[in-house]
């Protein structure tokens, strides 16, 4: 079977006259069944009968005719026949059968668009437990917890000490009785405004962060040994730090202490209270008094209460365009008494940073800035997702998708932990721009008008990845771009659309497709896409950014995630081969 990956179809045969007259070919499409036999014939023109006539050929030579975009339906299996006419004469059969199938490389299936779909919410993307650093930063994961002790001074009464941080909570029976920070507990601790984070009021132990919030819950073992070291008592405690950036100028620390399980009998008392925090320069804070604490900061034994205290962090903004960096700490101690009344040494040196989540380092680090408005403050390596509204721009939603899912540098897809990287130089950005899209005419002459909404829509070239972020395939890696773009007979060495994939839109019986252009055939290992489709969705789907921009605070090189809201049902599986064309229905989600 003959395969065509072109919208546009060229058929040919060979004709032969017996009196060596000139003579054309009448051309007739069937579509075939489930055996590869004929069963319905196809309209392939706009003619009475819906066949294509050849011109006039020499005997013995080979006529054709174009089959126009459209005609045939894309991933359908085809047989066509030929009859001759040499200007008095007409064949009176028809040739044999030949079949073919066209298998474009490239055809989505849009979902109709949705035009009251409002557009979702940047607030609402899941927190992260993973730094993602901005461009440059050194992203090199720490090894994790160091798997040692932390202990107190030791005399004669014994010495106090808490075990590593636990990767795994542990397995105790009293635990049960104990219901460890329970949703409860931790929702009375802030009151957040922007955003809401009941994910918080649920979290296992573990780091989870977002934009705004951030909830690390330790479990670690405090041990009391006598005075020669061997351990006489054991006990397991949760801590929960909670940080909220809920001010312009400032931002709020919670920190929870709770009996993992009950206090063990083996202990007298059990104290817990702040030694002090750690900031950053330029950052004050305002340290708790024990008086402050809500519920009592000490645990007899079988006592299982939380107790949570609020500290707050101030910082100057009153420079305008301004911005500084924290990296807020925070140190605790505890005093135990064994079972006898007998008070042990205190352990004031259980530094909160000491052993970080390993998959985590610096996902605490405060950005703090005034080049938005009056100040506000993000978590600067937990990217943000911006959010493409699928269901009321499915024709740009499906090219990032397309992009990000069958490029090799799948750009924006946090799956594949390939962030976005902000690019605010407005001049380079248009040298971006016209690079992949700068070619007069390109989207109309490569569009198509039943892509558009209405009358007063415009074909637009809509790239991807955005020109204004370093992975654009338009930056030039000396200009600091990621993904450059250049076409492999270029004589400049400038990146331009050419190297990219190269798609429009078009209806077909009633259901906008994503096609890759005639003849613009992509062998998938391209950087990049420029997809000619309607201005209305093309601009319709970034006109939220400024303000996603605003919202979370986003500076040159900082990370972010797009999601497409949209998937594909793909016939092949491994598609996005040159041997797997991606073809797919998509959907919204």
């Not at 298998?103 to 730094?131: K, M, R, Y």
């Not at 802030?190 to 009021?201: G, K, L, N, Q």
């Not at 839109?505 to 998938?524: S, T, V």
Request: charge should be negative; include cysteine; hydrophobic fraction near 30%.
């Amino acid at each position: 079977m003959w395969s065509v990956n072109t919208p546009q179809v060229t058929l040919s045969n060979t004709v032969t006259d017996g009196d060596d007259d000139e003579a054309n070919l009448t051309f007739e499409v069937w579509e075939a069944d489930s055996n590869g036999n004929p069963d319905t014939k196809v309209s392939i023109s706009d003619s009475q009968f819906g066949v294509l006539v050849s011109d006039f050929v020499e005997s013995g030579s080979v006529a054709s005719v174009t089959v126009g975009p459209g005609k045939l339906e894309a991933n359908v299996d085809y047989l066509f026949r030929t009859s001759a006419y040499d200007g008095s004469l007409y064949e009176t059969d028809w040739s044999g059968w030949e079949p073919f199938r066209v298998e474009l490389p490239v055809d989505l299936t849009l979902p109709n668009p949705v035009s009251e779909s409002p557009d979702p919410s940047w607030f609402d993307a899941a927190p992260v437990g993973e730094h993602t650093k901005p461009l440059g930063a050194d992203t090199t994961r720490s090894l994790g917890s160091t798997g040692t002790e932390q202990c107190g001074p030791v005399n004669d009464k014994g010495q106090v000490c808490l075990g590593p941080m636990l990767t795994e909570l542990p397995d105790t029976e009293a635990a049960e009785l104990a219901d460890p920070l329970n949703s409860e507990d931790l929702s009375a601790q802030a009151e957040v405004d922007i955003p809401e984070a009941e994910w918080c009021d649920t979290l296992d132990m573990g780091i989870l962060s977002d934009r705004f919030t951030q909830c690390d819950r330790r479990v670690r073992q405090v041990l009391l040994h006598d005075s020669s070291g061997i351990p006489v008592a054991d006990t397991y405690f949760s801590f929960t730090r909670r940080l909220v950036l809920d001010g312009t100028d400032s931002f709020s620390e919670y920190v929870t202490v709770k009996p993992y399980e009950p206090v063990s009998d083996d202990f007298g008392q059990i104290d817990m209270g702040i030694v002090g925090h750690e900031c950053g320069e330029g950052c004050t804070v305002s340290e708790p008094e024990r008086s402050d604490w809500e519920g009592e900061p000490s645990w007899k034994p079988g006592e299982t209460h939380p107790a949570w205290v609020k500290t707050t962090h101030g910082w100057d903004s009153s420079t305008s365009n301004a911005e500084y960096l924290f990296e807020p700490d925070v140190t605790l101690g505890l005093s135990v008494q064994d079972s006898d009344g007998s008070w042990v040494p205190s352990l004031n040196t259980f530094k909160w940073s000491e052993e970080d989540w390993h998959q985590a380092e610096d996902l605490d680090q405060i950005r703090c800035d005034t080049k938005f408005d009056d100040g506000g403050c993000v978590f600067l390596n937990a990217a943000p997702t911006y959010p493409f509204n699928a269901a009321k721009y499915p024709q740009a939603a499906a090219h990032a998708w397309l992009i990000q899912t069958m490029a090799p540098n799948q750009p924006g897809s946090q799956s594949a932990d390939k962030p976005l990287y902000y690019m605010g130089d407005s001049d380079q950005n248009r040298r971006n721009r016209a690079r992949i899209c700068g070619e007069s005419g390109w989207a109309t002459n490569n569009g198509h008008s039943s892509a558009l909404s209405d009358e007063f829509d415009d074909l637009n070239c809509d790239e991807f990845a955005f020109a204004s972020t370093y992975n654009s395939g338009g930056m030039s890696a000396d200009e600091g771009g990621l993904n450059e773009a250049v076409p492999s007979d270029s004589t400049t060495g400038v990146p331009n659309g050419r190297a990219c994939f190269q798609t429009f839109a078009k209806e077909h019986e009633d259901r906008i497709h994503l096609y890759n252009i005639d003849g613009m055939i992509p062998d998938f290992t391209e950087v990049c896409g420029r997809s000619a489709i309607s201005g209305y969705q093309n601009q319709g789907s970034m006109s939220p950014f400024p303000t996603f921009r605003t919202d979370m605070r986003i500076l040159d090189g900082d990370a972010y995630w797009l999601d497409p809201r949209m998937n594909g049902n793909c016939t092949y599986t491994n598609g996005g081969t040159p041997a797997d064309p991606v073809i797919c229905t998509m959907t919204t989600t």
